[in-house]
């Protein structure tokens, strides 16, 4: 009696348990047509190098918050990040190290894809959480102007506020100067750091307060150390 060749068979076998397992795991693998995929869909998966799941890979993103030290701001600026799809992975409080507006820096790390990031970003600035830092993101370039004028008058804290609200800027650092008292004249080094190509637009910010508040400024000083 001659011998069959059963391997064939085998094979086949094969590749059918292969291709109905498949949807089980989820698909992903690299196929071809000996696994009962044809190449031409094989290739159409691969138009891009991962498949166009890249994006909706959440990775691990870090923004540096400034807050109020006042009860319930924490768990205020949480929630735009829970609520836009942001998985918390840990918080560092620094309560002993306080902004030159005496509010306290938080760094919040959690995991995000890159859509859902952008929108964390956008949810924290509308519900008036200032944001020093987002991801690789931070405040780039450093200028350093002078105002000069009553400046504990016109509420100096007030000034740095509404410096700060400004989306292009942020208050690194402040010297307030007033060696004739506070009620006359004194004057203020301010370090202002502001986000790659909007200098300018963080210097206008500041010169339209001075001519609101009546304050001198001399802008913008480079080659100083603040």
Do not use: W
């Not at 790390?109 to 987002?134: C, H, K, S, W, Y």
């Not at 008058?153 to 400004?166: G, K, M």
């Not at 637009?201 to 080659?223: C, I, M, N």
């Amino acid at each position: 009696m001659p011998n069959r060749d059963h391997s064939g068979d085998g094979d086949r076998r094969n590749a059918t348990r292969r291709a109905a397992d498949r949807p089980r795991r989820g698909g992903g693998g690299v196929s071809d047509a000996r696994d009962g995929v044809p190449e031409e869909a094989a290739d159409d998966e691969d138009a891009t190098p991962d498949g166009g799941r890249a994006s909706a890979t959440p990775s691990t993103h870090t923004v540096r918050l400034e807050l109020a030290d006042e009860p319930g701001q924490l768990l205020a600026a949480l929630h735009p990040i829970a609520d836009n799809g942001g998985n918390l992975l840990s918080i560092y409080h620094e309560r002993g190290n306080k902004t030159p507006r005496g509010r306290i820096p938080v760094e919040v790390d959690f995991e995000a894809t890159p859509e859902r990031f952008e929108g964390i970003v956008e949810a924290l600035r509308t519900e008036g959480v200032n944001v020093m830092q987002a991801g690789t993101e931070r405040y780039a370039e450093e200028v350093t102007i002078l105002l000069f004028g009553h400046l504990i008058d016109t509420d100096l804290s007030d000034t740095l506020s509404r410096i700060e609200a400004c989306e292009s800027a942020s208050v690194a650092d402040v010297s307030l100067a007033a060696p004739q008292g506070t009620e006359e004249a004194s004057s203020a080094r301010l370090r202002l750091e502001a986000r790659a190509g909007e200098t300018e637009a963080a210097v206008a910010a500041v010169r339209e307060l001075a001519d609101e508040k009546d304050l001198r400024l001399v802008e913008p000083l480079t080659g100083v150390e603040a």
